[in-house]
């Protein structure tokens, strides 16, 4: 066989990924409770689905056709007003808004945009899986401040603030977060901010979870003054829509970065989805995008959050975890357990899933900070299964420390 480029050996591939390969061959055993992919459970929003079928039977050519790189103007309008409202800040639908094959694209494009080789990249320890490989294949190296259980899982300015050297390019920040679930204090990002205007690097913010706030507000970083102009904002229909088979998401960003995404964009996929496109429509309609979260979205996961926590507390008392006020995870921190058991997150995670047949996601996955850790999402299950599947995990640890 020829050979394969050696580019390909600097990347691995995502161990998420590969348990939910392992799952969609599992899917036919109702047994399996899974705490471990974050995939919505829920069916989008009524008016979405009548807009799909709609668009097949009466509009196949137009829906299925090609559209431009950057996506449909009338989406890309009715984003930047939708930003407007949440951020306070005007976004350009032409020129500042790019429509991408969700936000994993959004992430990608922009590592390729922005890094040059051995621009350094601060990321916090732990955080989700999806940003350490493009910065690679980018050029880019990973530099990472820690958040702690014990801090409610704040990353400190000051770590942030010793770690920006000459070489920074960029800061992700998420928020809500993937795997805490924890918001971003404001304190935390004013310091961002001014960090990001004074040495000039990139904030990418990350907004996967930007409405799945069950407590309190999100903070966005663009809204502070003068931070636009620093801003990379990648977004996802995946979560809020509850679309990921879908694969859309936007980027809102200054014009010379949506222009070089764009050009990058041409070689990867030529155009997003125009079908998915022209249905999102109707997601800015009628309030249908705000009811659909404020009524079945948030009272849904919260309810669920709210039962797999008190579980947590009652099945496993010595673990340590924070309410996560957004997103869709407990990150627990299982070190007490793990000790009696004398095993490692990976191995628990794995024998769980062979002996129990509970699926959760080691915590050294999203970084050394989540050595001993343990995400577990309550999305996927309704409450009865999230009930039975910590049952079931307080059986396992209890048959290994008796
Ligand atoms: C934080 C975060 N960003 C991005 C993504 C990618 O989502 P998508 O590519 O479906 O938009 C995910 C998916 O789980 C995520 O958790």
């Given at each position: 066989?020829?050979?394969?480029s050696?580019r390909?050996?600097l990347?691995?591939?995502?161990?998420i990924?590969?348990?939910?390969?392992l799952?969609?061959?599992?899917r036919a055993?109702r047994?399996?409770?899974?705490?471990g992919?974050g995939?919505?459970?829920?069916?989008p929003?009524?008016?979405?689905?009548e807009?799909?079928?709609?668009l097949?039977?009466?509009k196949?050519?137009?829906?299925?056709g090609?559209?431009?790189?950057?996506?449909l103007?009338?989406?890309?309008?009715?984003?930047?007003?939708?930003l407007k409202k949440?951020t306070g800040?005007?976004?350009?639908?032409?020129?500042?808004?790019?429509?991408?094959?969700?936000s994993?694209?959004?992430?990608f494009?922009?590592f390729?945009s922005?890094?040059n080789?051995?621009?350094?990249?601060?990321?916090?320890?732990?955080?989700?899986?999806?940003?350490?490989?493009?910065?690679?294949?980018?050029g880019?190296?990973?530099v990472r401040?820690?958040?702690?259980?014990?801090?409610?899982?704040?990353p400190?300015?000051e770590?942030?603030?010793?770690s920006?050297?000459k070489?920074?390019?960029a800061f992700v920040?998420?928020?809500?977060?993937?795997?805490?679930?924890?918001?971003?204090?404001?304190?935390?990002?004013?310091?961002?901010?001014d960090?990001?205007?004074?040495?000039?690097?990139w904030?990418?913010y990350?907004g996967?979870?930007?409405h799945?706030?069950?407590e309190g507000?999100?903070?966005?970083?663009q809204?502070y003054?003068?931070?636009?102009e620093y801003?990379?904002?990648?977004?996802?229909?995946?979560?809020?829509?509850?679309?990921?088979?879908?694969r859309?998401?936007?980027v809102?960003?200054?014009k010379?970065?949506?222009?070089?995404m764009?050009k990058?964009?041409?070689y990867?996929?030529?155009?997003?989805?125009t079908?998915?496109?022209?249905?999102?429509l109707?997601?800015y309609e009628?309030?249908?995008?705000?009811?659909?979260?404020?009524?079945v979205?948030i009272?849904?996961?919260?309810?669920r959050?709210?039962l797999?926590?008190?579980l947590?507390?009652?099945y496993?008392?010595?673990a340590r975890t924070?309410?996560?006020?957004?997103?869709f995870?407990?990150?627990?921190d299982?070190r007490?357990?793990?000790?009696?058991?004398?095993?490692?997150?990976?191995?628990f995670?794995?024998?769980?899933?062979y002996?129990?047949?509970?699926?959760?996601?080691?915590g050294?996955y999203?970084?050394s900070?989540?050595?001993?850790?343990?995400?577990?999402?309550?999305?996927s299950?309704?409450?009865?299964r999230?009930?039975?599947?910590?049952?079931?995990?307080?059986?396992?640890v209890?048959?290994?420390?008796?």
């Amino acid at each position: 066989m020829p050979y394969l480029s050696d580019r390909i050996e600097l990347i691995r591939i995502s161990p998420i990924r590969m348990i939910a390969a392992l799952l969609d061959k599992a899917r036919a055993s109702r047994s399996i409770i899974s705490f471990g992919g974050g995939a919505p459970s829920l069916p989008p929003p009524r008016e979405l689905l009548e807009e799909i079928e709609n668009l097949i039977r009466e509009k196949p050519i137009k829906a299925l056709g090609y559209c431009g790189t950057r996506g449909l103007p009338e989406l890309r309008n009715l984003i930047a007003e939708d930003l407007k409202k949440y951020t306070g800040v005007e976004y350009d639908g032409e020129k500042e808004i790019m429509i991408t094959d969700g936000s994993t694209e959004g992430i990608f494009l922009t590592f390729l945009s922005i890094l040059n080789k051995n621009d350094e990249v601060i990321l916090i320890d732990p955080t989700y899986l999806g940003y350490t490989e493009p910065i690679k294949l980018a050029g880019g190296r990973i530099v990472r401040i820690p958040a702690k259980v014990e801090n409610g899982y704040q990353p400190d300015p000051e770590d942030l603030k010793n770690s920006v050297t000459k070489r920074t390019r960029a800061f992700v920040l998420l928020s809500p977060d993937n795997p805490t679930g924890r918001v971003i204090s404001r304190e935390f990002v004013k310091t961002l901010v001014d960090l990001a205007q004074e040495h000039d690097f990139w904030i990418i913010y990350d907004g996967a979870y930007q409405h799945i706030v069950y407590e309190g507000e999100n903070t966005w970083p663009q809204s502070y003054p003068g931070a636009k102009e620093y801003t990379i904002s990648v977004h996802t229909f995946s979560k809020e829509a509850s679309i990921p088979g879908l694969r859309v998401g936007y980027v809102a960003a200054p014009k010379e970065v949506i222009s070089a995404m764009e050009k990058l964009k041409q070689y990867t996929s030529l155009a997003p989805n125009t079908f998915a496109q022209y249905a999102l429509l109707k997601f800015y309609e009628n309030g249908v995008k705000e009811r659909y979260l404020r009524d079945v979205v948030i009272p849904t996961y919260k309810s669920r959050r709210d039962l797999m926590g008190e579980l947590i507390r009652k099945y496993l008392p010595e673990a340590r975890t924070i309410t996560p006020h957004g997103a869709f995870y407990f990150f627990v921190d299982i070190r007490p357990y793990l000790e009696l058991m004398g095993r490692n997150d990976k191995e628990f995670a794995s024998r769980l899933l062979y002996r129990k047949e509970v699926v959760v996601i080691p915590g050294s996955y999203f970084g050394s900070m989540g050595n001993g850790h343990v995400r577990m999402t309550f999305v996927s299950e309704p409450e009865e299964r999230i009930k039975e599947g910590i049952e079931r995990i307080w059986e396992f640890v209890f048959s290994y420390t008796i």
